[in-house]
Every structure is written in structure tokens, then in C-alpha cells.
């Protein structure tokens, strides 16, 4: 049943007879504008996190005009508003510290402002998770606009995947391989243009995350972001609000457990980031959905991976939009998604993947040919991680997924900066690498520090991975046997305080373990001798989000904001 536009939300600001709706009117002249062009109007919210320091966003102040163009022309009144942006390049210790500060202010400016609908505008790694957080905590209709990947990088006659290649040549550059001239080449082609990384990363995980959840319009996740198809793509999107208005469908309609699911499917079935289990935990939750590590590793066993795509496979974003995008990738996991449930631009999923076409399928794998039989990422267990831990085993050498070694533990990660090449620490390729003092109240907030360096003098001799074991996070775009999220973190006197130097740890991943070998009396006597650290924060966010930060196999919100409970509604007379 549709709407009227006494019905509208902000019908309240603007439509009853009263000093209070007087000044909403007058003031809205002030902006320049006839009453004709948003009376009676649903009124459209665009929340742009375009900021000059995020240059996965930088194109985003264009698109919000495709976007607006697209409301006005559907019959709707749009409003920008400018959000925090967070720059996973440039945001220190790192934008996941204030993944949960976005949410909130999505949260409360769609509460607090006369909207009726929302268009989310993001794509650098916790900008969607943040944006689709808030807007479904105020659960209002909303579409996802998508940044978008960058073009690929090129280095000379090679194909560069940025992150991934970073990484790659940043360790070449140590074992002596390439010097100073090659990197400074690397720099000017590793990043070419606006757009989040074009690798299967945190962004474009979560994005295509966004769009199998069914909050996009179908195949934008993968639009290149200087793609003319991009701006056409923001302003169907701008259309498709207002549609979203008159019909009341709400996000709360969409993100459902069916659709929470199939998100975890299509991640695990692209080899997606380890970062999207922490944020499709945090999503669910706030859309009154209880989604656990279980839930991860269960699904894992029943998707193989299909998109042969970096940092585990060999293509780029831009390949994977060509051969079929989201649409034709999830035409291949049809037996394990719910495909009767809705989405902004379908009445179902069913609808939303009819005649969707693979057109290269060594980049988007067939079932009876994937990258690998079980999903992208293992979830483990053992006396090191009592409430779990993540390794992207896809994207590791296979033959580190069984390793027992001796620990070399590293108390921060800048302690381990200014030692890891110490000769004196004895490393070797067998030894396991632990970090700790890096989750998200030891960080704080988590940094990606999970990818710890491996030592220039084992770089020399050829060696490329080697077991890491952290409460870290790491790049999506990363790589290597590197177990993360450990949980509970040391910060708090999780298992992982107790380890010392010398100290035997077993990885099986098939197992799904991670184990200490040492026997509980020991653990016990180590757990006695345990001290807190000092808080991090006495003042400030920093304060508030020490008091109120959950750990990662529980998403890593802040506590009042995860828990059920109402919120009026402003009374705007």
C-alpha cells in the first residue's frame, strides 16, 4: 500500500498549522527553493563521505549530483549532507576506531533532520559498514551507492592490484631485488585514479557484501569508479529512493537473517577479506540479527570459491565487472542463497538474478571449477583463542596450514618495528610470529598490523610467508598465513598475555585449531602473574569508546548502540 504525502516523515516538519512548520518553510525559502519543488515531496537524505583526504571517495561530490538528478527526476526532494569520511590511507591508528562515530551520526542525522529516505554514499573499507549500521539502527528506506574500484595499476609491462602489489614489492625492495628508482615508478602507477582498491579487499568485499544483502541497485558493486556506468548507476539510485519512500520499504524489510547469510555465502565465495567478519557481525546486530563466528565457518563448508581474484586469485575488480559482476557470480551459488526475499530493486532476489550471465569464466569460476572447494576463510578455535580467531587460509602458503613452531613475541607493534630484524631474536622460517597489544582496546581500535613483516634477512633467502598470529586485524588486500581477531584480546587477559618467547603454538587449519602447548597449571600460574596495562583514553571519544567497545567475535560495536531498545521519534511541532 502506497504512501501519502501527509504520510511522509517529514509531513511532520513541514505540513501541519503551526509556528514551528511556519519556520521549517520559511527557512527552506531561505534556501532558494518554491514550495512546489518539496512540498508534498518525500524528502531524500544523500550522505556523502567525499572528504579532498580520501581519495576513494574523491569523485563521490560528482556522483551526489547524479544522485540528486535522479531524486528530482523520480518526483523527490534531495538533501546532501556531508559525513565523516574515513580514509583507510591516511587516518590514524585507524578509521576503525570511528567506524562506530559514522554509525552514530547516521543514525542521529536521519533521526533528527526532516528525511524520508536516504541515499548512502561510501566504499573505503568501515565507510559502508558505517552508513549501513546507522541507517539500519533509524531503519528508514535506503539504497547503497558504492564508490566503486579504481582502474588497475600498472608498472612497466605489469598489471598491479593496489594493496596486494604494495606489499609485494615493499618486500622486494627489502630482499634487494628493486631499489629506489623502481619504487619511486611503483608509486606513480600503483593507484590511478579515483576508487577504492580494485582488489578483492576490504572495500570491494564489503561492498559486494552490501549489494548481496540486496541494498544496492543490482551489479553496482563492481562499476569501476570513473565508469560513465557509475554516475548512471547514482542516479537509478536517486530514482529508486523515492519509489522506496512511497512503498515504505524500510531496511528492516532487507536485512534480514536470509539476507545476513547470503552475505556471508557470497563473501566466503569471493575470498573476501577476514575484515568482513567483524563488520557483517556488527550489521546484523543492529539489524536484530544474532550472527556468530559459527555462522561463518558453517557457511564456509558449504561454498566453494568462485571469483579467481587478488590477493588469493589473479584478476582485478575491473575484470570481474566485465565478466558478469555480482549479478553473474551470484547466478552460481543459486542452491545456497534464499532466493524469495526482497531487495530495493526487485520484489526478490530471483527477480534480481534472472538472465544474469557469466561472460569469462576464469575469472568468475563455475562450480565444478573453483579456486578452491570451502569458502575463503576458517574460523578457529584452542586454548590461544577461546572465542575464536580468522585466517584467510586461501590467500596463505598451503604449506604453513599445519605448523608447530616456537613463538617470537612482540609486546606492540612498535617494538616490533625497531626489532624485528634483530639477529639476536633467532628467527627463523619456522618460528611463529606473535603480536599482541593490537586489538580493539590494545591498538586501540585495531589496526592492520596483522600482516607483520617477515625479517630482511629470511626475505633474502627466498622466504615469502611464514605463520603470524595476532588480535590485529589486516588488510583485505593482504596476504599470508596470518591467523587474526584473536579473542578474547591480551589488552583484556586474553590467552594470547600469556604466550613467551620460545613457546610451542600448533596452527591446523583443517582442524580449525590454534593451540598453545603448554598445560593449564602453567596457563594458570602465567594468568596469576597477569597485570593490566593502564587505560588508553581518559577523556574524549577515546574515553567512550574504551568503556563501550565489544571484542571481535562479537563485531566490535559499542554496547549501547548493539542493544535492542526504542528511540523516539523528534517531535517537530
Known sequence: ???????????????????????????????????????????????????????????????????????????????????????????????????????????????????????????????????????????????????????????????????????????????????????????????????????????????????????????????????????????????????????????????????????????????????????????????????????????????????NLRPGGRYLMEDFHFAGGLPGFLAQLTDVLHLERPTVAHPTLREQLAGALVHNPDVIRPRGNPLADEGGLAVLRGNLCPDGAVIKHIAADPQLLKHTGPAVVFDDYRAMQSTINDPGLGITADSVLVLRGSGPLGGPGMPEYGMLPIPDHLLKEGVRDMVRISDARMSGTSYGACVLHIAPESYVGGPLALVRTGDLITLDVEARRLHLELDEPELERRRAEWQPPPPRFSRGYGALYQEQITQADTGCDFRFLARPGEVPEPYAG
Open 1 to 307: 500500500m502506497r504512501k501519502s504525502p501527509d504520510e511522509l516523515r517529514s509531513h511532520r516538519w513541514y505540513g501541519t498549522d503551526g509556528l514551528r512548520s511556519f519556520s521549517h518553510r520559511a527557512r527552506t525559502r531561505q534556501l532558494g527553493y518554491l514550495p512546489e519543488e518539496h512540498l508534498g515531496k518525500p524528502v531524500i537524505a544523500i550522505l556523502n563521505t567525499w572528504s579532498d583526504i580520501n581519495p576513494c571517495h574523491s569523485h563521490l561530490r560528482e556522483r551526489a549530483q547524479a544522485v540528486k538528478r535522479g531524486v528530482w527526476q523520480a518526483g523527490g526532494f534531495p538533501l546532501e549532507f556531508p559525513v565523516s569520511t574515513l580514509s583507510e590511507t591516511f587516518q590514524k591508528p585507524t578509521p576503525m576506531l570511528y567506524r562506530n562515530l559514522l554509525a552514530m551520526e547516521t543514525e542521529e542525522l536521519l533521526r533528527s533532520y526532516p528525511v524520508d529516505g536516504a541515499v548512502l554514499m561510501g566504499g573505503c573499507d568501515k565507510s559502508t559498514p558505517a552508513l549501513l549500521m546507522g541507517a539500519a539502527s533509524m531503519d528508514l528506506p535506503a539504497v547503497f551507492v558504492p564508490a566503486g574500484p579504481m582502474l588497475p595499476g600498472h608498472w612497466r609491462n605489469e598489471v598491479l592490484g593496489s594493496g596486494t602489489d604494495m606489499w609485494k614489492y615493499w618486500d622486494d625492495r627489502r630482499a634487494g631485488l628493486i631499489g629506489d628508482g623502481e619504487l619511486a615508478e611503483l608509486e606513480n602507477g600503483l593507484a590511478r585514479s579515483p576508487g577504492h582498491c580494485m582488489t578483492m579487499g576490504t572495500a570491494s568485499t564489503l561492498t559486494a557484501a552490501a549489494e548481496a544483502l540486496g541494498v544496492t541497485m543490482p551489479g553496482a558493486s563492481s562499476i569501476p569508479a570513473v565508469d560513465s556506468g557509475h554516475e548512471r548507476m547514482a542516479a537509478a539510485s536517486g530514482a529508486r529512493i523515492v519509489e522506496l519512500v512511497w512503498q515504505d520499504l524500510r531496511l528492516s524489510r532487507i536485512l534480514t537473517r536470509d539476507a545476513y547469510e547470503d552475505a556471508v555465502a557470497t563473501v566466503l565465495a569471493l575470498g573476501g577479506s577476514t575484515n568482513a567478519v567483524i563488520h557483517l557481525i556488527a550489521m546484523a546486530g543492529r539489524s536484530g540479527v544474532e550472527l556468530t563466528l559459527d555462522d561463518f565457518d558453517r557457511i564456509a563448508r558449504t561454498v566453494p570459491v568462485l571469483a
